[in-house]
């Protein structure tokens, strides 16, 4: 008996591209078992797009849309808890799925139980669905050898050191979402299951691209011009919050995993790599300013191996001196 699958879509103002992404997905060679889109209380008509696609498709597609702005990870939440199928494939509003990727997905789960998770790369489009001539893999440095380590079964000491993983390439079974549930809202969805998931058993992992992935032009906006020391300044006061918020979510993580331990394998050493992990934030957060001061304090780092470990190596390592360098 085949595996039914899910989509679970998010929308919200997603007019400009909706339709595009709607359309790839009735074009599958392997229809969905239902579409669940969760929309966010759109102002555009990204809502009765919605509905006249339902219209006009043969597999079953269910639109909710939230009394209150819920944000995409409780937007996604929602979306993935009304989801009936035994795969739940996530969707954005603004990609192009190519032909076969629920083909592939369903390849992927029927090959082993023991799958819990799948995902795949992606090409990178612009706003005008224009080639950028990368991948996503290739955009957040996803090696050749890290997607070893993915099929190996050690997907932990990966994630532990940066996501990889893109919501919208991403399928899980659908068995694992109490224990996914309910997700913090000051994590993003596809880190959080992702991290998780990794603790309960094994990733397939598709190197070729089953999205074309848009990214949308970037807006900078701030008080205006700063020197090249208010520069470094604001950069090591950003910095050092978002490596405390980064505790605080790997915190949730540790936290998780504590309530449902019996229920993840890998329990015991998902939360080691947490403490080591969050260990490594405590100092790159709290290094000093002085570049005197610093850099015995990043040299001792290397040496235990923490940027190699549990952030990007010695880019990691460049980064931490090259602030306090240009406040001198």
């Known amino acids: 008996m085949g595996l039914n699958i899910s989509v679970a879509m998010c929308t919200f103002n997603g007019m400009r591209h909706l339709g595009s992404q709607l359309e790839s997905i009735a074009k599958q060679t392997r229809h969905p078992d239902e579409l669940v889109v969760c929309d966010d209380g759109s102002s555009d008509s990204s809502a009765e797009s919605v509905r006249g696609f339902a219209r006009s498709v043969p597999f079953p597609t269910r639109l909710l849309v939230n009394d209150a702005t819920l944000g995409s990870t409780k937007n996604f939440e929602t979306a993935i808890s009304s989801c009936r199928g035994d795969i739940i494939a996530l969707s954005d509003q603004d990609d192009v799925w190519l032909g076969h990727k629920l083909e592939c997905i369903e390849r992927s789960f029927s090959r082993s139980t023991k799958i819990v998770a799948a995902f795949s790369d992606g090409e990178l489009i612009d706003d005008d669905s224009r080639s950028l001539g990368a991948s996503l893999w290739q955009s957040f440095s996803f090696t050749r050898r890290e997607q070893r380590q993915f099929a190996e079964g050690h997907a932990l000491d ?169 406040l001198t």
């Open 158 to 326: 990966v994630l532990v050191r940066h996501p990889v993983v893109t919501g919208a390439t991403l399928a899980f079974r659908r068995e694992y979402l109490d224990q996914l549930a309910p997700i913090p809202v000051r994590h993003i969805h596809d880190r959080w299951i992702s991290f998780l998931l990794a603790a309960r058993g094994q990733f397939e992992v598709i190197p070729e691209p089953l999205i074309r992935y848009r990214q949308h032009p970037s807006q900078q906006m701030g008080p205006g011009p700063l020197s090249l020391r208010g520069q470094a300044e604001r950069a090591m006061n950003t910095t050092a919050t978002f490596y405390l918020e980064e505790i605080e979510r790997f915190r949730d993580l540790k936290e998780k995993l504590e309530k449902n331990y019996a229920f993840f394998p890998q329990a015991a050493y998902a939360q080691e790599l947490i403490e080591k992990k969050i260990s490594h934030l405590e100092h790159r957060a709290g290094l000093p300013r002085s570049c005197v001061q610093r850099i015995p304090r990043v040299l001792q780092e290397i040496l235990n191996g923490g940027y190699k470990r549990y952030s990007a190596g010695w880019k990691s390592v460049v980064k931490d001196l090259a602030i306090c360098g240009s």
